[in-house]
């Protein structure tokens, strides 16, 4: 039905292939031009392989021909049109979120049996609101991201190598620019109308937001302060100096916008013993670092920490971790990482340059009295220090090419 003209994306083609022909809606989410489509094709595709017969029903909301499907009732006469008799039926939804009511559909569809139903969507709304009310338990999410280093690897036909990684952390992940030339210019042009695309489509229209300029402000500031840390009152406050007066609930609606459209990812504070989750104090990541490189057209060299902690904190995401930022009295690990009941510690640092930050690095982890896995991600060329047993210094291309954690 496709040219296959993408490139695989086994790791998560892994996670569906359980649930193919099972009376469950998959639901692949993520930030917009991730790749969730091309995953769905490749589904599709290996359908079609183990079953030459079946029958694939293949709904593109970014296609006009599909531009009359509005509403649940045209999207259902649609698909029993094109259901087969006698043949196993597939059926592929992509920005399912552009159909009204789309809820409604796919639970009658579910119902009848008549066909295995794959929807991809750009706005975490899709989980929290329509989905969970009409389809509680009977719908699987695969949370779909930006190229992994790996994955760029792969992608690029490049070699691991410190060189890579450099163009990594300044282009970032989204899988399309495999097809653009590498200048500066054309990488960071694309990105950005991505950026206007998410922002308008996925925020602006959804929320209905009419100060653009403050929206657009309020993305600048968390693109610059990537792993600070602050509160909803800070960034108000800061935005009031700058002659931006917005309310902190709405400053909390906005941030919500941001979050739901997965262009940024608020990461809050989690006791280290007891998993106490705090309400102040929360971090903020991009969802790709090369997006917000294109907004801040950035010097890599002086913003080499937040692009670091940033990949440090993708790469745990795309490895399906929950993420925290971890507090131990008056010290703060960087992440927390929680999958499967197991943890792993993680302090991102860019040089263990003198003894005060390997102290501080080596020290605040050797502080906490498990036995989970440590790291210290650098991006050093040799071991710093052996006084601190048990825990790993790891160069940053080591880390995010490591085969497990």
Known sequence: MFENTYISRPYYINKVRPYIDKPLIKVFIGQRRVGKSYVMRQ????ILS??????????DKERLE?????????LNNYVKQHLAKNQK???FIDEVQEIQHFELCLRSLLNEGQCDIYCSGSNAYLLSGELSTYLSGRHIAIHVHALTFREYLQFNRLPSSHESLHEYLLRGGMPFLVNLPKEREITFEYLQNIYSTILLKDIVSRLSIRNIQFLESLVSYLADNVGATFSAKNISDFLKSQGMSISIPALQNYIKGLCDAFLIYRVSRAEVHGMKI???GEKFYFEDFGIRNALRNVNIRTDINKLMENAVFHELKARDYDVYVGKLWNKEVDFIAIKDQQKIYVQVAYLLSSDEVISREFGNLAAIKDNYPKYVVTMDDYFATSAYPGIIQIHLQDFLTKEAL
């Open 43 to 46: 589904i599709s595709d290996e």
């Open 50 to 59: 183990n079953n030459p017969q079946a029958n694939i029903i293949f709904i």
């Open 66 to 74: 599909f531009s009359s499907l509005t509403d649940e009732q045209e």
């Open 89 to 91: 039926n597939y059926l």
């Open 278 to 280: 705090f309400e102040i």
